[in-house]
């Protein structure tokens, strides 16, 4: 049995281009199915009414990416700095017709490093925004409002509001591919002001373990009041309460 574990990411100021070295081969298998649904139910409306370009913030291995690719017709622009997950999201792009590959731009970097101006009306951020510090949040913050134009929207998954009280662990989903069973858990817990998420992985044949990974992660909480104020200093503010409060939607001011 082959037992490895991935470095903890102790203090990142920002998530390192090494992050997802582990959780990259699991995170389709375990976690895409789930989330596909997810994703649709909550952007797909928003991204098919893009009239100038999606930005998907934080673009992972690709999901809002492809959904956006599919259900628009303006030029998209994914912007995923970890390599780990790059690689699944080129791997994915690159099984798509050229038709749709000339719309789409890979920004292999944080947003705030990427440059982007005025190059979309709809950006989405999607499952990111918790992992990052507060600094990083709101230097991402302007980087958003710098990328949209004006008018243009943001959608954003909340992060957890508060801290956990206690740990807790989360099954994943098991999947079966050929003879292996893959499958895993999360385990969470509040560590003074930020929350511990470690995933733990783990590979079977015929009930016996194969091998075990996991990669920890640190998210910070902040209410959804905490981050409308942050995202109004970036001069994004917010839209009504959408049907999903998991998301919330804000715009840049007109011209
Ligand atoms: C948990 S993954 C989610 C990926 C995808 N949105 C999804 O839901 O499947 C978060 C992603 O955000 C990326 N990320 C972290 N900080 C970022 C930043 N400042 N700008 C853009 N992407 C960032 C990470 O590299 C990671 O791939």
């Known amino acids: 049995m082959t037992v490895m574990s991935a470095p903890s990411i102790d203090h990142p100021g920002r998530e390192s281009q090494d992050a997802y070295a582990v959780s990259a081969e699991f995170y389709d298998l375990l976690q895409a199915e789930r989330d596909e649904v997810r994703v649709r139910a909550l952007y797909r409306d928003d991204v098919a009414g893009a009239r100038v370009g999606v930005l998907d913030v934080g673009a992972g291995t690709g999901r809002v990416t492809l959904m956006s690719l599919l259900e628009s017709r303006v ?16 791997t994915r792009l690159a099984s798509l017709s050229a038709e749709l590959t000339t719309r789409v731009t890979v920004h292999p970097y944080a947003l705030d490093e990427a440059g982007l101006r005025a190059v979309a009306d709809v950006a989405v951020c999607h499952n990111t925004v918790a992992c990052l510090r507060p600094t990083s949040r709101r230097a991402l913050w302007h980087a958003v409002a710098e990328a949209l134009v004006p008018t243009g ?31 895993g858990s999360i385990m969470t817990s509040p560590d003074v002001d930020r929350i511990r998420a470690r995933f733990d992985y783990w590979v079977r044949e015929s009930g016996r373990v194969l091998r075990r990974h996991d990669e920890t ?6 209410s959804r009041t905490e981050l409308i104020v942050e995202l109004e200093e970036a001069g994004l503010v917010a839209l009504p309460e959408r049907r999903d409060p998991a998301v919330l939607a804000v715009r840049r001011a007109g011209p």
Do not use: S
């Open 217 to 222: 992660f640190w998210m910070w909480p902040a």
């Open 75 to 90: 030029p998209v622009h994914a912007v995923e700095p970890a390599r780990c997950m790059r690689t699944p999201l080129m």
């Open 153 to 183: 929207a943001l959608l954003v998954q909340l992060p957890p509001a508060r801290l956990p009280r206690h740990e807790t662990t989360r099954a994943l989903p098991t999947r079966k591919i050929g003879r292996h069973e893959y499958g």
